[in-house]
């Protein structure tokens, strides 16, 4: 089974700040990578997913992901942050073909205006 | 068309007692998920449905807890003789195709039970 592991628990920052949110997984094998956003009083949404091709993927609302490999890591990006970004971030790992999501335990996110 | 809904949204019961959670898919969809969200963990995977039949219940933690979808639809989760660490948020997802990843799982609000 796969295991998920999300760096931070909480980050906090300004407006216009970068966000960089860790992700590393461990299995071998082929997976699937998501990230999903869940913001105050809403539901889980999925942000971008990654199943093959190029590993810069593109998400909604200017988020992006790298997949690297030969780091088992699928990091989460964002450029300039807005205060609209504050909410709960998780990534996820499915093994090739599988459905069954694994999920990391989320790092909140925290914008100030 | 309307999203994912569940029920009830909160939930405090007693040791001990029977719980019942229920899901609304979004209308069409053949497969549903559920999960659980323990306090400072990420989702753990509990049932999935394929139409009505669960073929894979392994993330089921006991006995205590079992599952059934009917006429394709609505899937209710049942949780017996409630202990306390069976508090969590119940999410349930659905998506188009059943058993396939490549189809977006679209998550509801989750039922927040709380045992004391």
């Known amino acids: 089974a796969q295991s998920v592991s999300q760096h931070n628990h909480h980050v906090i920052l300004s407006e216009a700040a970068s966000l960089e949110l860790g992700c590393n997984y461990s299995?071998?094998?082929?997976?699937?990578l998501f990230w999903y956003v869940q913001y105050p009083g809403q539901h889980l949404q999925l942000l971008l997913k990654y199943f093959s091709g190029d590993p810069l993927v593109k998400g909604i609302k200017g988020f992006e992901a790298e997949f690297i490999k030969s780091k088992f890591s699928f990091n989460l990006r964002k450029p300039s942050v807005q205060w609209s970004d504050t909410a709960e971030y998780f990534c996820a790992v499915t093994s090739f073909n599988d459905y069954k999501l694994s999920f990391g335990a989320g790092t909140t996110v925290t914008v100030r205006a | 068309g309307a999203g994912v809904s569940q029920s009830p949204s909160n939930k405090v019961t007693e040791k001990g007692k029977d719980v019942e959670l229920r899901c609304d898919p979004i209308s069409g969809h053949t497969a549903l998920y559920w999960y659980r969200q323990s306090l400072g963990q990420g989702l753990e995977f509990l049932i999935y449905?394929?139409?009505?039949?669960?073929?894979?219940k392994s993330g089921l933690p006991s006995d205590r807890f079992s599952a059934e979808r009917t006429g394709g639809s609505v899937s209710t989760l049942t949780i017996q003789r409630t202990q306390q660490e069976d508090s969590a948020v119940y999410l349930c997802?659905?998506?188009?195709?059943?058993?396939?990843?490549?189809?977006?799982?679209?998550f509801g609000p989750g039922t927040r039970l709380t045992v004391l």
């Open positions: 997802a659905s998506s188009s195709r059943a058993g396939s990843i490549k189809d977006e799982q679209f």
């Open positions: 299995y071998g094998g082929t997976v699937n």
């Open positions: 449905f394929q139409g009505n039949s669960a073929p894979d």
